[in-house]
């Protein structure tokens, strides 16, 4: 019974050890490796046998010091064995174990056997391997993000700072501000904003905000980004709040804002920011305040900036600049609309005495000469005043009323001031004349079409023609598209007015001898008619032009209203094979984002930075920027209204790809486009140029 216990006892022993997923081994007292359990062959491909006596072989040469030296040490001294290495397989990889043996002993504690096991941890060496790098590669990232990135507890108290926020505040470690409040470290006036992220973000919230601080001496803004670091069940942990240095961004849009804002030769508003101030001083007439709007007309400027020459007249805009500015109070605007045009917005007006008593002050202003040029220039001023609310309340119907009135100043002798009055309202008349005919204007065949060319810059060929409308009125004679085209918007007749053009256009441009591409104006309500993709496809096959001889030009506004709806009609046409070109580039919005979201072949610089050239070091670097912007983006650049040489020369030395202007032809009849397409202007560096010197007014357009 006994020897049959003993059996069992032995066999219970061997199948346990022969089970177990570990390697079981014996040494004596010296070191020497007696047996190991079969679990070695299967973990190692080597035969027990052989292993026994040539285990060392089987360690990586990397580690056998290590594990000789751990080894040795445990024999002499007793102490547990435990230590992790890489063995070498008979296939030639690599595994990493864990091996781990005690002594046992005898009655008088010497080692007379010693018991050990040899473990596989090669799944999670690797895994605690990829953990360690995974953790370095993020640390790296932190550490070498230049945006200040700080870890916070719930408190808002400081547990991590990466380089870029120690640099910031000028530490050398971060263990000087550890634990101290965030907030502590930045200036009074952010305290505020990240007390009320640190509680979002402790909600589960994300906060974004602008700071601005000082660096040294230096104003720094920073846009600041605090959110919640959740663990794996959702519970907010941590804060993360990342600061990203935005001064040169905000500088730049400051920059951009004094271009679109800024009047660049006089550095007064210009018209877009003297509506924005109109429409809010308008708001403000509800509530009893009275405002005039003066309408201001240099006298005979034009006879001065074509005896003297450009750069003596941008002198006397400067000079007429200044004095206006002193003839206001602060909380008046005085803006330059264009050309020798400018404005007052004059508010805190009482009766129409105070507006007529400033009127007078600025007539004054500029009864004593100008110095320019070495020489004294006199010139006066016309203005017309409107008034609001007397006469009108929105913002478009006071332009309208300080415009007629200033017509009716340089009719009377000019040097004077006159207030609105409605008998003076001859161009309502004549607009409302206007927009009576223009419902038949198309039957009774009273519009054209002329065509100006578009010159490439390098070769001096002709690429294209732009096709301008025209309108002989029975009793008002040649109309200006600036002014029929307003009338034909507000009537309805704009689609047909289109339609018409479109047609017209591809006919013409069909029969030219070459391949040159014509465009077409569409206004914002073209743009907006649903049955646009239609006229177009239908003009296209009507003719048989090729679409990519169709170009299609837009203003900004289009761009910047409905984007997702003009997106998928910039898509159907692109689809046509038609082109797309921005129309009076610079005269819209401020922002370019759509120039990345929206499919554009051509940008046209607006006349009027050309018109500033070549004296205009702003108007140059517009037209640089622009034609760099074209560049980077691959969208072809045209200069519009190009009326000298001086200009042609400027635009080609900033990058601009073609020109338009007077200083190649005025629009022509379509009998004459064959005689110019088979021309080459000289572009350099004599400009054969069309007769006809440069004029104030500008070149008339249409937008259809």
Same mark, same amino acid.
């Given at each position: ?41 299967t ?18 040469p ?23 290495y ?57 550490e ?17 700072m ?24 930045l ?34 803004w ?26 040169e ?57 074509? !005896?003297? /020459?450009?750069?003596? #007249?941008? =002198? @006397?805009?400067q000079?007429? $600049? ?5 003839? &206001? %109070? ?5 803006a ?14 009482h ?22 040029a070495?020489?004294?220039? !006199?010139? /006066?001023?016309?203005? #017309?005043? =409107? @008034?609001?609310?007397?006469? $009108? ?5 006071? &332009? %309208? ?25 001859e161009?309502?008349?004549r ?83 070459e391949?040159?591409?014509?465009a ?16 177009v ?107 000298t040489?001086?200009?042609?020369a ?55």
């Open positions: 019974m006994a020897e049959a216990a003993l059996r069992e006892s032995e066999d219970h022993y061997r199948h346990t050890v022969e089970f177990s997923p570990l390697v079981s081994w014996t040494a004596d007292p010296e070191g020497k490796i007696l047996d190991a359990s079969s679990r070695w062959e973990l190692t491909g080597m035969p027990v046998a052989e292993g026994l006596d040539g285990w060392p072989a089987a360690i990586h990397d580690d056998l010091p290590t594990v000789h030296e751990a080894w040795n040490g445990s024999v002499q001294t007793g102490k547990l064995f435990d230590i992790e890489r063995l070498r397989r008979k296939d030639g990889n690599c595994l990493w174990v864990r091996s781990r043996a005690a002594p046992r002993r005898d009655t008088n504690d010497a080692i007379i056997r010693w018991y050990g096991t040899i473990e596989d941890i090669h799944t999670r060496k690797l895994a605690d391997l990829a953990l360690r790098q995974s953790e370095a590669f993020a640390r790296s990232v932190v070498s993000s230049t945006e200040c990135i700080k870890v916070l507890d719930l408190e808002g108290r400081l547990l991590f990466n380089s870029a926020a120690l640099r910031r505040h000028d530490l050398r470690d971060f263990a000087l501000v550890a634990g101290r409040y965030w907030a502590s470290l200036p009074g006036t952010m305290v505020a904003e990240v007390e009320h992220a640190i509680a979002a973000a402790k909600d589960g919230q994300s906060v974004q905000f602008t700071g601005h601080s000082h660096v040294g001496d230096v104003p720094k920073w846009d600041v980004i605090v959110s919640p670091i959740s663990d794996d069940e959702g519970a907010v942990t941590r804060i993360l709040a990342i600061s990203r240095d935005i001064t961004k905000r500088s730049a849009q400051e920059q951009i804002t004094r271009l679109v804002y800024q009047d660049a030769l006089t550095d007064l508003a210009n018209r877009r920011l003297m509506r924005q101030e109109l429409g809010l001083a308008l708001t403000r007439t509800v509530l009893g305040e009275q405002i005039a709007l003066h309408y201001i007309d240099l006298d005979h400027f034009k006879a001065v900036n074509d !005896t003297l /020459g450009h750069l003596v #007249g941008d =002198a @006397l805009l000079q007429a $600049a200044d004095r206006l500015r002193r003839c &206001v %109070r602060r909380s008046d605007v005085v330059r609309l264009g050309g020798d045009e400018f404005a007052i917005l004059q508010t805190g007006v009766a129409p005495e105070d507006a007529a008593t400033l009127a007078a002050h600025v007539i004054a202003a500029f009864a004593a000469p100008f110095e320019l070495d020489r004294q220039v !006199t010139t /006066g001023i016309s203005i #017309g005043i =409107a @008034l609001a609310p007397r006469h $009108a309340s929105t913002a478009d119907d006071l &332009v %309208r009323d300080a415009d007629i009135a200033l017509y009716r100043a340089k009719a009377e002798g000019r040097g004077t001031f006159r207030f609105f009055e409605p008998t003076m309202a161009a309502i008349q607009k409302e004349e206007l927009r009576a005919g223009l419902g038949t204007a198309l039957e009774r065949d009273e519009f054209a079409l002329f065509f100006q060319p578009v010159v490439s810059l390098r070769s001096g060929r002709v690429t294209g023609f732009e096709a301008l409308a025209r309108l002989q009125h029975p009793a008002q004679g040649l109309v200006s598209p600036a002014e029929f085209i307003p009338v034909a918007e507000e009537s309805g007749i704009i689609g047909r007015l289109g339609r018409w053009a479109l047609h017209a256009a591809c006919n013409e441009a069909v029969r030219w001898p391949a040159a591409r014509v077409v104006n569409l206004s914002p309500v073209q743009f907006r008619d649903p049955q646009l993709l239609g006229s496809t239908e003009a296209l096959a009507a003719s048989g032009l090729p679409p990519e001889r169709l170009e299609l030009e837009i203003t900004e506004s289009v761009l910047m209203h409905d984007s997702e709806a003009n997106l998928t009609v910039l898509r159907a046409l692109r689809e046509l094979g038609v082109r797309i070109a921005i129309d009076d580039f610079g005269t819209g919005f401020s922002s370019l984002g759509y120039l990345l979201r929206f499919a554009v072949d051509r940008i046209k610089i607006d006349r009027s930075f050309i018109a500033e050239l070549p004296g205009s070091v702003q108007s140059k670097a517009i037209v640089r920027a622009v034609a760099s912007i074209g560049r980077g983006l691959g969208i072809s650049i045209t200069a519009e209204g190009v009326e040489a001086e200009q042609l400027m635009i080609r030395r900033q990058g601009c790809a073609e020109a338009q202007g007077y200083v190649f032809s005025r629009p022509v009849p379509g009998t004459e486009v064959a005689s110019l397409l088979g021309r080459q202007f000289q572009i350099l560096p004599g400009v054969e140029a069309d007769p006809g010197r440069r004029s104030k007014a500008p070149r008339p357009r249409t937008h259809l």
